[in-house]
């Protein structure tokens, strides 16, 4: 069985459509997605009567027409922005009140899980290539249900999935950031989760962790440190593991044949936890790369026979 | 809406959520390059050690026209870097812009020369080298054409094997820098002469490697806690010595310094002495008042590459959501810390000539170079170098302070020299992730310490650390070496910038580097065009100089040996790699393969 994971492409509309197409791509049989898929910015264009000006990473821009302003929404969603049109007027409310960003936020991430959801649909269609799907800490809840909701995408949180005789245990939740996101708990809460969701697997080899938080000390959670006014410390020079403790023990604890991660983008990697193999492809997702792991397993003996991680 | 008013307007909303930063302190990003262009362990051991060799160069301008070459790679750099943030470096720009044709063309005609090159250094007939050249050119050609092949050549020879050749040589300029110094100013003759000789060398070269694994597995948080306190420590034991030269005179330098010959040495009349011997061996001459533009001065600018061509050493950017805001940034912080230190650079040279006397200090510099590297039999006057801060620590008579002085000193090399291996182990991480190398190299153990990456460059260190001990005469003439694999390194990387808005537009186009423009052409294809001729230039200076000023290029058969063995050894991995993971049915080619978004 050969399983494609990819995660945190955080809203890249590019990244998302090559990881549906990846099954055919890299003949996958299973493609699971770790989670974090929703946008962290949304980018104004500003302007009325045909006349357009906005500001990607600096630079700005001037469109004129339709079409130049339909090119540059498709450049922004590639990066993993959500492009909005506003007025000038719509411009100036937003600035005064935030609670119109906040629910704009909102609507933006749901039409876009939405969107990509019914792309799934249509591009898995008869392929054959099961896909799932976990939502992770930067996703808002409310997505849950409309990736259930998807005809050939299984949500992965919480729910335990048969892969040919191996099951799929997965959770978005991780240990504490500073960011206070939606899906965090305490170590110890994260630990009775995870017990709760494997305690209905019968072998324990026999399973996969989807689990979005990479384990502690790993290498595949070294980010950058930051102090308390969220600023990198020493230049970025400064990596810290910054991984959970309760994924690390679960799984040296339960030992299953292959363990899926993401969350720390700088953290791609693959490293041996006791039998397990622990995987980060990590993300770089504005650049419009999707970077994935590619494992080949031997369901029957419960192993690792091969992997890769790609930049595709 | 006014213009006025848009300018206001907030160019993007952010939302809560991971990864989400303000960036870093341009201080920051100074403070790293101020180290890695380092004045006194790179600057002072070598590059300003060696005008005597060209004595009708000028030594000021040679500075300032390196920093003038270092600053288009440092555009380049920036650029790269806010194009491609988090990709890591030189080992992923090549290999994701160097593909195709552009990695052909370059494989190809590096393959070209080096086999020829190795040929000729093997005495081969002509005809057979040029059957060699042909078939160093297929090999190259064909590693440009496989996804990674260039990449991982030309990075894993520059951030990997030849730091094993640095390890000897971060040694040798602590030896010379601090151990030797230190054993001076307390009076521990036996040191003196331990640490001279062999033995004490290589013991100094696997103290280095010791410490600088140690660094490693203490992690980079801790150790850049450690750098910060080196910067701050050094940049005062620099000023102390910057105020000792400017307010002493050269007659106070002379007495001091046969004062100390007398005591520490017993060596009378030392300073003229050291002049005599380094006037017979023509190598006390020059100016430093000469500012004249001409072959000579351009002859000393690859020298001077030995400590700056390092401004961007160590630099990525982290975290999202980033513009042109962060290429200045880190530009701001390279071309702080590139010409902070060409500044100081000058300033110092200027200096010794005023309080050390030019004469004294060229041939103060040579005479120990030509007895250290084997060039000539004669012993140097007084038994260690003559290390400028050592030099200045003199103009005050108490060997408690000058010590104390060496000391402070030493902050300089221990605060750059944890990024020794760190280089080689992000280096061997990144190609064990692309399963070129075994699993096993990017393994650690609980406490985080990477062992197999480290044994990794630990190994060949130790090796070439006893090469460089006890076959002086054939390693020590290949210090610059250090700084031409590297130079071919970053010659790939400022070719990748150069082409990168042709070759991969999409990569560029999304930039915030795409906003910047010279005449109407790519910042970033211009700056690297210029890179890459200057570097180009320097590294067919550094192989072909007809007078063999360098002591690398083709007048010297061990140091094309050298060389060619470090590329073939990297292709032959490169390519061992792709057949051996071909048999287990990985495809090496899918790593860097696109997956259609339509």
């Known amino acids: 069985m050969r399983v494609f994971f990819a995660t945190d492409i955080h809203g890249s509309e590019v990244c998302w459509r090559k990881f549906l197409n990846a099954g055919a791509f890299h003949k996958a049989d299973v493609l699971i997605m770790g989670g974090d898929m929703t946008g962290k910015a949304m980018v104004p264009i500003t302007g009325s009567n045909g006349t357009w000006r906005v500001t990607l990473r600096d630079q700005e821009t001037v469109l004129n027409g339709e079409d130049e302003v339909a090119a540059m929404e498709k450049r922004i969603a590639d990066r993993g922005y959500y492009p909005i049109r506003l007025t000038p007027d719509e411009m100036t409310a937003w600035q005064a009140d935030p609670s119109l960003v906040d629910t704009r936020f909102k609507a933006e991430m749901l039409a876009q899980v939405e969107r990509w959801m019914a792309l799934a649909d249509e591009r898995l269609a008869g392929k054959g290539t099961r896909c799932i799907v976990s939502p992770a800490n930067d996703d808002i809840f409310e997505i849950d249900p409309i990736i259930a909701a998807a005809k050939l995408v299984e949500l992965g949180e919480s729910n335990n999935i048969e892969l040919d005789g191996l099951a799929l245990v997965s959770t978005g939740y991780a240990n504490p950031t500073p960011w206070n996101t939606f899906r965090e708990l305490p170590e110890p809460e994260l630990r009775q989760r995870i017990d709760g969701l494997v305690k209905d697997v019968p072998d324990k080899r026999r399973a996969i962790f989807n689990f979005h938080a990479p384990p502690f000390g790993s290498n595949l959670d070294n980010a950058p440190k930051i102090g308390a006014d969220m600023r990198y410390v020493s230049g970025g020079q400064a990596l810290i593991p910054v991984g959970s403790h309760a994924i690390r023990e679960a799984i040296l604890d339960y030992g299953p044949v292959l363990s899926l991660h993401g969350h720390i983008h700088e953290g791609r990697g693959a490293v041996k936890l006791g039998k397990t193999l622990s995987v980060n492809p990590g993300s770089i997702y504005e650049d419009g790369v999707l970077q994935a792991a590619i494992v080949d397993l031997d369901v029957k003996k419960a192993e690792v026979k091969r992997y890769l991680l790609i930049n595709g | ?598």
């Open chain 2, 1 to 598: 809406m006014t213009t006025g008013e848009m300018a206001k307007a907030p160019a993007l909303f952010l939302r809560n959520a991971t990864g989400l930063v303000k960036g870093w302190s341009a201080f920051d990003a100074f403070a790293y390059s101020f180290m890695s262009v380092n004045l006194v362990a790179l600057g002072m051991f070598y590059s300003l050690a060696i005008f005597g060799y060209v004595p009708d160069g000028s030594a000021v301008l040679s500075i300032l026209i390196t920093a003038i070459g270092m600053t288009f790679m440092s555009i380049a750099y920036a650029g790269l870097i806010a194009a491609m943030p988090r990709a890591g470096g030189d080992y992923v720009w090549q290999t994701r812009v160097l593909d195709g044709i552009p990695g052909a063309v370059v494989g190809g005609a590096f393959g070209a020369i080096a086999t020829f090159l190795v040929a000729t250094a093997f005495g081969l007939d002509t005809t057979v080298a040029y059957v060699a050249m042909a078939g160093g050119a297929i090999v190259g050609a064909g590693l440009g054409l496989w996804r990674g092949g260039i990449g991982f050549v030309l990075s894993a020879t520059g951030w990997w094997f030849i730091l094993a050749l640095w390890a000897p040589i971060y040694a040798f300029i602590f030896n010379i820098e601090f151990v030797q110094p230190l054993a001076a100013v307390l009076g521990w003759k036996d040191g003196v002469t331990f640490f001279s000789g062999t033995d004490g060398g290589f013991s100094v070269s696997i103290f280095t490697i010791v410490v600088t694994s140690g660094l490693v597995a203490l992690g980079m948080a801790g150790y850049a806690r450690i750098q910060k306190w080196c910067l701050y420590i050094g940049l005062a034991a620099l000023a102390v010595m910057f105020i000792l030269m400017a307010v002493s005179s050269v007659d106070s330098f002379i007495a001091a310094y046969n004062r100390e010959g007398q005591a520490l040495f017993g060596v009378s009349n030392a300073y003229q002495a050291t002049i005599d011997q380094g006037t017979a061996q023509q190598v006390a001459g020059g100016d430093v008042n000469n500012f004249s533009v001409g072959v000579p001065t351009f002859a000393l600018v690859p020298f001077m590459l030995f400590f700056l061509l390092y401004p961007q050493w160590g630099s990525t950017l982290y975290g999202e959501v980033r513009g042109a805001g962060d290429f200045r940034k880190v530009l701001t912080g390279f071309l702080g810390g590139l010409w902070a230190t060409a500044g100081l650079a000058v300033v110092f040279v200027l200096l010794a000539a005023k309080t050390f006397g030019w004469t004294f200090f060229n041939a103060s510099n040579a005479t120990y170079v030509n007895h250290a590297y084997g060039y000539v039999p004669d012993a140097t006057v007084v038994p260690i170098w003559g290390f400028p801060g050592l030099l200045a620590s003199y103009l005050i008579d108490s060997h408690i302070v000058q010590a104390i002085i060496v000391i402070a000193f030493g902050a300089w090399w221990l605060g750059w020299t944890g990024t020794l291996f760190l280089s080689s182990t992000r280096m061997i991480f990144a190609a064990a992730f692309d399963r070129v190398l075994p699993e096993w190299a990017a393994r650690v153990s609980d406490r985080g310490v990477p062992w197999g990456a480290l044994a990794l460059i630990m190994i060949p260190s130790v090796v070439l650390s006893w090469l460089y001990a006890y076959q002086a005469a054939t390693f020590y003439p290949l210090t610059l070496d250090a700084t031409l694999v590297i130079a071919v390194t970053f010659l790939g990387s400022s070719i990748a910038a150069t082409i990168l808005p042709y070759w991969k537009p999409a990569i560029y186009n999304g930039s915030p580097v795409a906003r910047f423009k010279i005449l109407g052409l790519p910042l970033i294809s211009v700056a690297g065009l210029l890179s890459t001729l200057f570097l180009g230039w320097s590294i067919w200076a550094w192989i072909f100089d007809a007078n063999n000023l360098y002591g690398i290029g083709t007048k010297n058969a061990d140091s094309i040996k050298f060389l060619g063995a470090l590329y073939a050894i990297a292709a032959v991995v490169y390519i061992v790699a792709r057949l051996w993971r071909r048999s287990q049915g990985v495809d090496l080619d899918a790593i860097h393969a696109e997956i259609p978004a339509e």
